[in-house]
């Protein structure tokens, strides 16, 4: 089955700092999502993008999609303390099922 | 808006034993879903379930048994707790299984001893 991978384990950027986060993922999909997950929470979704588009914003957030390359990025500006937390990107394949990536901790110092 | 509400929160069995996990949700979607976490990494598709009484398998089924018997409620069993066991077990739903946002429940912590 596809695999959608982030690109680092774990980034960490001071309060205020721009920070992205990378994707990968192999084979065609329809969509692909980030979430965020925090300490003892289930996951909440930031963005979805679709196959067909570049990119989509969301506040502070800004997702973006290459089919070509099969990547993705997630960028947050202006950080803040209560974004530290994990970052997963999913790609939806053709049966609307979500492969998950193994995450990158984001961790936003004061 | 709704909320997903999982029970229990914390499961401590003993190897072999049967468990049950229990999800409710009142946003009126029809479409849930079961994923196991483990410790520093990504989610693993268990079950799913379109409607009342559908049953799907995901990719980790072995090993697991779900039920719908209400549209508002999907409850999840380890067949037989595997010593060592450690996991999150997270419930979601979403509107339909081509609808692509997934509201997920703050999870279930098993562990076996």
């Not at chain 1, 993922?25 to 929470?41: C, D, H």
């Not at chain 2, 034993?17 to 520093?40: A, E, I, P, V």
């Not at chain 2, 799913?48 to 508002?72: M, P, V, W």
Request: proline letters at 2%.
């Amino acid at each position: 089955s596809q695999l959608a991978e982030e690109n680092s384990w774990a980034l960490s950027v001071h309060e205020g700092e721009s920070v992205t986060v990378n994707c990968s993922y192999k084979t065609s999909i329809t969509a692909l999502q980030w979430y965020r997950q925090k300490s003892g929470k289930g996951p909440a979704q930031l963005i979805l993008i679709r196959s067909n588009e570049r990119e989509n914003r969301n506040g502070r957030l800004r997702a973006t999609l290459d089919t070509s390359s099969q990547s993705s990025s997630l960028s947050i500006t202006a950080t803040r303390c209560e974004d530290t937390a994990v970052y997963f990107c999913a790609t939806m394949d053709s049966n609307y099922q979500l492969i998950w990536g193994s995450g990158t901790k984001l961790i936003i110092k004061p | 808006g709704g909320i997903i509400t999982q029970t229990p929160k914390f499961l401590i069995g003993q190897e072999g034993q049967k468990l049950t996990l229990k999800c409710q949700q009142n946003f009126n979607h029809d479409t849930m879903y079961w994923y196991r976490q483990d410790s520093g990494k990504g989610l693993r598709l268990i079950y799913y379930s379109i409607t009342e009484n559908d049953l799907q398998k995901g990719d980790l089924s072995e090993g697991y048994d779900a039920s719908r018997e209400k549209k508002s409620s999907f409850s999840l069993t380890v067949t037989s707790a595997q010593k060592n066991e450690m996991a999150v077990f997270l419930c979601a739903s979403s509107i339909g299984i081509n609808q692509d946002t997934q509201y997920f429940g703050p999870g279930t912590r098993l562990l076996v001893l």
